[in-house]
């Protein structure tokens, strides 16, 4: 009796992305289902790059626009994930926003976290909240190119070797970066 | 991510059985920083207009817009060069944007859509327009958007004399002619918009002869024609199809000598005076005082409106109820403005704005000292409460009022556009509860705004050559970017 493999839910979801891809190329009205399947990661990186929510929703509006008007010339047999290429248009859409805005103050922000009370007495609440802002304090000491990494991976939600595509690094490269990263953070994140 | 299986499986990349705790630690707490954030709620419904919009756009051929080279990053989008130029002309600014709040308009301009939303202000002529650009046949002149992608503008030929009615169901790209017969309407004729299909055109004819009202209910598709009770009509409110009310100038002797209510409710076929309003008859009890200058008229449902205007000798405020359709009047008071010493040289108040049956705002602009204070309603307009002053004054030398009608889309999201110096705009968020301001330079002079929400709006800019354009922002007024429009 022959053995059917089970498709993956990798596999599933490829598979769902190029037919989404295929059917906005075609329609620009199919669209609709790559953006609401990215929505929430290209906001969340784009949160974690500017100083608000609201200059982080006008610029997942911008960036979803400019996707639209290339996505013409995007060939996902021959060129990169669509993954990478759309975190390549938020990339270029920050470093545009920084550029023009140098004089600013810094952009880099990460929201606040409060912990929901489930579960959790006060007191273990109350020391997560300050560990957490312990880390935050730390992130932003970090240079933004590190920064960056460390949004692409976590808030974007993208693989070492996706990342490689946006930042113009090969993969083992962005791979012991990001090691390198996490290794000091996690000794000063643990420190006494 | 509380799972840690989730947790490893997400992280493989960077975690494994072997890895210490701490890294662990730390990878559980950087994933809850870097996804706490959730999308606003009307983010993605406001991408899905914005691109529907561009959707449209692209389809014209005359408006595509450059492709991106293949499988690489595309060229900057257009709007965002827009933004970005906009933003470099106020850098210093960019972070009073993020709490700021409000525009307004330069009065005149403002009476364009306080015309447009409310019939006329009152004694108020047709509105004063910036001419057209030589070449081009039509001209905006007002807006009315409805909603993101449908939409009504006055136009008006190149030497301001003669006016069409536009509908755009595309966020303003495109707009189509849908006057009757595709004519156009005479000079002093002014439109009523309500809803995306509802629309009203009032057509004064020559002296001695009585108005005529244009009505749609299906967009412009088609119209009725009606005769309206008087010649010189000032003011329009409608709630419906068939229930509306107008008010007339009774002029003898070159002067204003008593205005007249006029009510239907079986959409313009007939007509029944009300009440008359002259100096004759206004110490009677439930009359409406005589006032030479009303600025709004405004009913919030068959029974219940509001007549406003500039306050009398006394500084009392021009503000009267009706709960019988129009029949009896009775004054309303306002407490005064918080925070400021009483205002002693009068005020002008704006038409009142509901946004529930319960819920509304009434803008109010005071002489001395010169400012705005937004009064909000919560109990149907029975009281009315001071929000806050804001201090501003416009400096146009021919103003009716020390500041024009703000625009709210809601009890909280409002703009007011100040002519200072340079054009200002005041946002606020909380309803009027505080105002921000930018001196920044707006891409365009003289606009006349109109906002859906508390981030898209539009803009007819004047170009400086004596053209108007169209501008859109999709972040509160934050950056603005041309729309080529197209009129068919």
């Not at chain 1, 022959?2 to 190329?25: F, G, T, W, Y």
């Not at chain 1, 909240?129 to 992130?139: C, I, N, S």
């Not at chain 2, 301009?109 to 910036?130: D, E, S, Y």
């Not at chain 2, 006032?291 to 406003?308: D, H, K, L, V, Y």
């Amino acid at each position: 009796m022959p053995v059917i493999p089970l498709e993956s839910d990798c596999d599933n979801a490829e598979r769902d992305e190029k037919a989404m891809i295929e059917a906005a190329q075609a329609d620009p009205a199919a669209f609709e289902l790559l953006y609401r399947r990215y929505l929430a990661r290209v906001y969340r990186y784009l949160r974690s790059r500017l100083a608000n929510t609201e200059d982080a929703a006008d610029m997942t509006q911008q960036v979803f626009l400019q996707a639209l008007d290339a996505l013409p010339g995007y060939r996902q047999h021959e060129e990169i994930p669509f993954a990478a290429w759309l975190f390549q248009i938020a990339r270029h859409a920050v470093t545009d926003a920084y550029r023009s805005r140098r004089n600013a103050i810094s952009w880099d922000s990460l929201s606040e976290v409060f912990l929901p009370a489930l579960e959790q007495d006060p007191e273990t609440i109350v020391l997560q909240e300050e560990r957490l802002a312990r880390l935050r304090m730390l992130l932003s000491k970090l240079d933004a190119d590190k920064r960056e990494l460390l949004a692409l991976r976590f808030a974007a939600g993208l693989s070492s070797p996706q990342i490689a595509l946006v930042v113009g690094k090969s993969p083992a490269a962005v791979k012991k970066q990001l090691t390198r990263i996490l290794q000091t953070l996690k000794e000063q994140y643990h420190a006494r | 991510m509380q799972d840690k299986r989730m947790l490893y499986r997400r992280y493989a990349d960077l975690l494994s059985v072997n890895s210490s705790p701490e890294l662990a630690q730390l990878i559980a707490d950087l994933d809850m920083i870097y996804t706490i954030d959730e999308p606003p709620d009307d983010l993605a419904r406001n991408i899905a207009q914005s691109l529907a919009t561009h959707s449209n756009k692209q389809r014209s051929a005359t408006t595509r817009t450059q492709p991106a080279k293949r499988g690489g990053i595309p060229q900057t989008h257009p709007a965002l060069y827009r933004r970005k130029a906009w933003q470099r002309s106020m850098s210093t600014l960019a972070t009073v944007f993020l709490t700021l709040l409000l525009a307004g308009s330069l009065l005149v301009v403002l009476n364009l859509i306080r015309q447009g939303r409310t019939g006329g202000g009152g004694n108020a002529p047709h509105p004063i327009v910036p001419t057209a650009a030589a070449g081009s046949s039509l001209s905006l002149n007002q807006l009315h958007m409805i909603d993101s992608m449908n939409g009504w503008a006055w136009a008006e030929n190149e030497r301001g004399k003669n006016f069409t009615v536009l509908h755009t169901n595309d966020g303003g790209y495109h707009w189509k002619m849908v006057s009757p017969g595709r004519q156009t309407f005479g000079e002093g004729s002014w439109p009523y918009f309500l809803t995306g299909s509802l629309a009203w055109v009032i057509v004064p004819q020559t002296a001695g002869h009585p108005a005529l009202l244009f009505r749609t209910t299906n967009a412009g598709q088609t119209w009725n024609q009606t005769t309206l009770p008087a010649e010189n009509i000032g003011a329009a409110s409608f709630i419906n199809a068939q229930t509306g009310w107008v008010t007339s100038n009774v002029v003898m002797g070159g002067r204003l000598s008593a205005v007249e209510i006029f009510h239907t409710i079986d959409g313009g076929q007939n007509w029944t005076r009300v009440v008359t309003s002259s100096a004759a008859n206004s110490n009677h009890s439930g009359s409406l005082p005589f006032n030479n200058a009303i600025f709004g008229m405004q009913f919030s449902n068959e029974t219940t409106g509001w007549i406003t205007g500039a306050s009398n000798a006394n500084n009392d405020p021009y503000l009267y109820v009706t709960h019988d359709s129009g029949h009896t009047w009775h004054q309303q008071m306002l407490p005064a403005p918080e925070g400021v010493p009483p205002p002693d040289a009068g005020m002008v108040i704006w038409k009142p704005q509901f946004f529930s049956t319960r819920d509304g705002i009434l803008p109010v602009s005071f002489w001395s000292p010169s400012g705005l204070d937004v009064y909000v309603t919560h109990d149907r307009g029975e009281s009315w409460q001071s929000t806050s002053f804001l201090p501003v004054t416009n400096t146009n030398v021919d103003m009716a009022a020390s500041t024009g009608d703000p625009m709210f889309v809601d009890m909280t999201h409002g703009w007011l556009e100040v002519n200072q110096a340079h054009p200002m705009i005041y946002m606020t968020g909380d309803g009027g509860q505080h105002w921000g301001s930018a001196q920044y330079s707006l891409p365009f002079a003289l606009p006349v705004l109109d906002f859906v929400s508390g981030r898209i709006g539009w803009a007819i800019g004047n170009a400086g050559n004596g053209a108007t354009e169209l501008f859109k922002t999709i972040n509160g007024g934050k950056s603005w970017m041309q729309i080529r429009f197209i009129i068919s």
